[in-house]
């Protein structure tokens, strides 16, 4: 027995000290704060939950299946669980959501029923797979080895994931808007205003009704059905002027009145001035009427293209050329400062892929006429093809100067510039005629069409513009399919997820022969037709047509 | 003062015991979870007629078929696409854990996957996905044109209208026999190894 006062006096502060040390030792969990600031941690957390990599760059670590190791890289948190957090399904496997609406409420029920996750109980589940419950996960969940940062940051990263409405909403409004370009031609742009200005009174006029039932909270009242209406209202967005004004135009119509996603739309020109905004602010684009898209490496996630346009056509018509032809010239042809440039730049492109072809430009200014010079500048140079990038006039005034000399070079067209032109016109100078066509073949369209054309013939919409209008109703059907499915969680991440999942939804394209959805896909047509005019005579069954995914 | 210092070690041992007892939780956990697992598949025997068509592999190679599945090894083929989300990368890295748990053995084996998005599926998309994933010599990544695909997955009993309905399923083939046999839902790297036993220790 210790005697001396001032021994057991050390002692007893020794012992409070311990106590103190071991009392804060116990409150830290078992992941501990670290020195990065909260706006760092969540962005380290979005960078585990998005790619699966440390902070060091490496892939985590994790095991599925109970026994088969694989990498975070293969396995990111978003694949399965999505951008939006809210989760998929696919095939027997259904994906539970792990947005912060979904993993911090209880989930009462039969079905995995368990209390809210904490921080604590979150670390667990993503690194043992034992839910709050004490229930394991089902094997095809990975079991993460994360080192404590990247554990804490991920923690931290998904208490803000899908946790609040997106902006563009008030309590009885979603606010919606589409893109017109000022100098697109008047008739042009009505065609497809007055699609959307009438697909919008339907679903508001349908929605009405079941918003006037909230206000009976009856015994069928339920939640989550009666909080997902909104009244559409569409806001068009005119751009005037010169593309580089563009982005200060957007922005002002944004702060005027934020929109919760853009449909639709079109200008004249490319299109990358609008994907740009789109992609900086989050803001779903949903396919607008261009063949001018932005395709770039790093892999854009907010605005959805029915093809990648001119540059499809390109790659289509070149992969043509390397399975008909072994090496030789090829000279294009357009006009400057239009569509028909922006074609040739990306077969310029496209054409580095293939090193057995030289590409010459011929560019014509826009005023310039053409004569004979200009075809002889062609026959000159062309080699084995021409492509010609020319509007329906621009290419009939070319193929009238030809002389009666027959050239084996091929010339190929692009039928999105050539609009509606018969065949035989097509062919009438030209022999070896062969068309870029990503449409359907002109034996389907009337069929392909006939959905959209009792809806429009039904609203009344004259029909002055098939391609246009067609399109412009199958982007409002799907933003329509997706707010279906998103119901109350107005999250623009969980609206392209649920795009992007696109069942059901191939049924309703007339223009495109096919149009494919899957996660993160950006351009959903794939593919486009050559067509051999040269094979169509009168009375004689279709030309050849070889269906080419470049 | 006895008190007092059992008191503390009483502490300090609940707190360090506190933090210890997450992993402990686990590894009981991952042994539930590999009991409950067990056979959780389906395995049934099938023939099925492999149609004269040929593919493309991830390096753009032609592959006609039947004269690739003429040979005198075994084979595992499954359907994936490489945008697949959920069962398709567990797919492949259960592929990839199987040829590694085999060792040698692996190299009597052919491991075949074959694209049901062939349109986004290109060669070069083949290749970024199997970067990904560890796969051997032995695995070839087969895509095609769209209705190619689509036969050959009716001749498989595997074909869905929309990609994002397709089940997990994986069909392995003896040498030199016609019956395949088909595991139905998400087997493990060790499942499959004892299916393959099965298979060839007959």
């Known amino acids: 027995m210790i005697k001396t006062i001032k021994i057991r006096r050390a002692l007893h502060r020794a012992a409070l000290l311990m106590l103190f040390a071991a009392g804060v030792m116990g409150q830290k969990p078992c992941f501990a704060k670290t020195s990065l600031t909260d706006s760092a941690q969540v962005l380290l957390g979005q960078q585990v939950y998005r790619q699966g990599r440390l902070d060091n760059s490496q892939p985590a670590k994790a095991l599925v299946l109970d026994d088969v190791p694989v990498s975070g890289t293969q396995f990111p948190c978003l694949n399965c669980h999505r951008r939006s957090g809210w989760g998929s399904a696919e095939g027997t496997k259904p994906v539970l959501p792990v947005s912060v609406g979904a993993l911090f409420s209880p989930r009462t029920g039969n079905y995995r029923r368990r209390p809210s996750y904490t921080d604590k109980t979150l670390a667990r589940v993503i690194k043992t797979g034992i839910d709050p419950a004490g229930i394991p996960l089902d094997s095809a969940m990975p079991r993460y080895d994360l080192p404590v940062e990247e554990m804490t940051a991920l923690v931290a990263y998904l208490k803000t994931l899908s946790k609040e409405n997106s902006p563009g909403l008030t309590s009885d409004d979603i606010h919606l808007a589409t893109i017109i370009g000022e100098n697109v031609e008047p008739e042009t742009s009505k065609a497809m205003l007055d699609v959307l200005n009438e697909f919008f009174q339907v679903k508001n006029s349908q929605t009405r009704g079941e918003v006037k039932r909230v206000t009976h909270r009856g015994y069928f009242f339920n939640d989550y059905k009666h909080q997902s209406y909104r009244k559409w209202i569409l806001h068009p967005w005119v751009l005037k002027g010169p593309p580089a004004s563009w982005p200060v135009q957007l922005k002002k119509y944004y702060q005027q009145q934020p929109v919760f996603a853009l449909i639709s739309g079109i200008v004249k020109g490319d299109w990358a001035p609008i994907h740009k905004f789109c992609e900086k602010n989050q803001i779903p684009c949903l396919l607008p009427n261009s063949d001018q898209p932005v395709v770039n490496q790093q892999k854009d996630f907010y605005t959805l293209y029915f093809s990648k346009g001119f540059i499809l056509e390109a790659g289509v018509i070149l992969e043509h050329l390397a399975r008909t032809t072994s090496r030789g010239k090829i000279v294009q042809v357009f006009r400057t400062g239009g569509s028909g440039a922006f074609a040739a730049r990306a077969l310029k492109k496209a054409a580095a892929k293939y090193p057995q072809f030289t590409l010459n430009d011929l560019s014509l200014t826009p005023g310039q006429t053409i004569d004979k010079n200009t075809w002889e500048q062609i026959e000159n140079t062309q080699g084995v093809a021409s492509v010609l990038w020319l509007k329906k006039e621009d290419y009939l005034a070319l193929a009238a100067q030809k002389n009666s000399s027959e050239t084996a070079a091929k010339s190929y067209l692009s039928s999105s510039l050539l609009g509606q032109v018969d065949v035989a016109t097509l062919t009438q100078h030209l022999q070896t005629v062969f068309l870029a066509d990503p449409f359907n073949l002109p034996e389907v369209r009337a069929a392909r069409f006939r959905r959209a054309e009792i809806w429009l013939k039904s609203r009344k919409i004259n029909i002055s513009n098939r391609r246009i209008q067609g399109q412009t109703l199958f982007a409002c059907m799907v933003f329509g399919e997706g707010m279906m499915h998103i119901k109350q969680h107005f999250q623009r991440d969980y609206l392209l997820d649920v795009i992007d999942h696109g069942e059901g939804m191939t049924a309703y394209t007339n223009s495109y022969p096919r149009l494919s959805f899957g996660p993160e896909q950006r351009y959903l047509a794939k593919g486009a037709y050559i067509v051999d005019l040269s094979r169509k005579k009168v009375d004689s069954p279709m030309p050849h047509e070889m269906w080419i995914v470049p | ?202």
């Open chain 2, 1 to 202: 003062m006895k008190n007092l210092l059992v008191f503390l070690v009483m502490t300090l041992g609940f707190f360090v015991a506190g933090c210890a007892a997450h992993h402990h939780g686990g590894k009981h956990a991952a042994h539930q979870s590999m009991m409950k697992n067990q056979g959780h598949y389906q395995r049934t025997l099938e023939t099925y007629a492999v149609p004269d068509v040929d593919l493309i592999d991830q390096n753009g190679n032609k592959v006609n078929l039947p004269a690739y599945l003429q040979s005198s090894q075994p084979y595992a083929l499954n359907f994936i696409f490489t945008t697949c989300t959920t069962i398709c990368p567990i797919m492949t890295a259960t592929f990839s854990q199987f040829n590694r748990e085999l060792g040698d053995d692996s190299n009597e084996l052919h491991l075949i996957s074959i694209s049901i998005d062939p349109e986004y599926d290109k060669p070069e998309k083949l290749r970024t996905y199997i970067d990904k994933f560890k796969m051997g010599s032995n695995f070839k990544f087969l895509t095609g044109d769209l209705d190619t695909i689509i036969r050959v997955e009716k001749a498989f009993n595997s074909y869905t209208p929309d990609k994002m309905l397709h089940r997990p399923s994986t069909i392995f083939k003896e040498a030199g026999s016609e019956q395949w046999v088909r595991i139905e839902g998400l087997a493990s790297g060790s499942d499959l190894v004892t299916e393959y036993q099965r298979l060839v220790d007959k």
